[in-house]
């Protein structure tokens, strides 16, 4: 059934919209032979009709409905975290693809670089920022000065912020410099404002973890499509899998 098609839409770009990988590696990939339109081996210019079908990526069916999407991205420093900005500044989701709509999952200030999740989970979005499913994020925190024991001691056990005490977190030194900070409670600004309770000024700040999603590879701008295990382990850090208390 290798009809001709001039209409339709290029499969690199029905695929990257569902967020199988960028337009450029899903090129790749249908170069390497792993793309199958209609149960036949795509070449590189096929067109589709991305409603009626069928494409299988490496043998396995992707769904012609867009359904839940999970990105994670590398947030670079000057992207706004949001999914519409009025002072027509870079957002996060121009960096991934526009179809299906995702949103940021919590935010990261302008300057702050690292992880970000964006998603059109909704019901995973709400427990991850909810303060009642707490879950730790990690930090580095790069500062103009060198903690003391003392300062250690006043982030693990909690610093007065202007809107109360900070829960207490996790705080140590990968260098002089460099603190690694664990927080759960995600409040505007936290790790700059706990930072600055104790007299430092934070000089760059990156995000290294939330809950259980790490990633060393992914460089500033990059993005990925979560695995189905670490959906699930999100999901059971929140408290939803099975195990949870219920
Ligand atoms: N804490 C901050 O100060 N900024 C962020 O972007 C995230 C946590």
Redesign the pocket.
């Known amino acids: 059934m290798a009809d001709e098609r001039v209409d339709g839409v290029r499969l690199q770009k029905v695929l990257a919209a569902r967020g199988i990988a960028s337009r450029r590696v899903v090129e790749d990939m249908i170069a390497e032979g792993r793309i199958a339109v209609n149960g036949e081996i795509a070449v590189l210019g096929r067109r589709i009709d991305p409603e009626s079908d069928v494409i299988e990526v490496d043998g396995v069916l992707v769904g012609v409905a867009p359904d839940l999407v999970h990105y994670l991205l590398h947030k670079p420093a000057g992207v706004v975290s949001t999914a519409s900005d009025t002072h027509d500044r870079p957002i996060v989701t121009d960096i991934v693809p526009s179809e299906p709509r995702v949103w940021p999952v919590g935010?990261?200030?302008i300057e702050?670089e690292g992880l970000l999740l964006l998603s059109n989970n909704g019901e995973l979005t709400h427990r991850l920022t909810h303060p009642s499913f707490s879950v730790d994020k990690e930090?580095l925190a790069e500062l103009d000065g060198e903690p003391k024991p003392g300062d250690l001691r006043a982030w693990r056990n909690g610093v007065e912020l202007e809107d109360g005490m900070t829960a207490p977190a996790k705080a140590s030194l990968v260098s002089p410099r460099v603190l690694r900070l664990i927080i759960h409670e995600g409040r505007n600004?936290?790790?700059?404002?706990m930072c600055d309770a104790r007299g430092f000024r934070v000089k760059r700040?990156v995000?290294t973890r939330i809950g259980p999603l790490t990633d060393t590879t992914l460089k500033p701008g990059e993005w990925r499509v979560l695995e189905p295990e670490e959906v699930r382990k999100l999901e059971e850090a929140t408290g939803r899998a099975e195990g949870s208390s219920g």
């Open positions: 935010r990261l200030d702050t930090y600004r936290q790790v700059r404002r700040l995000r």
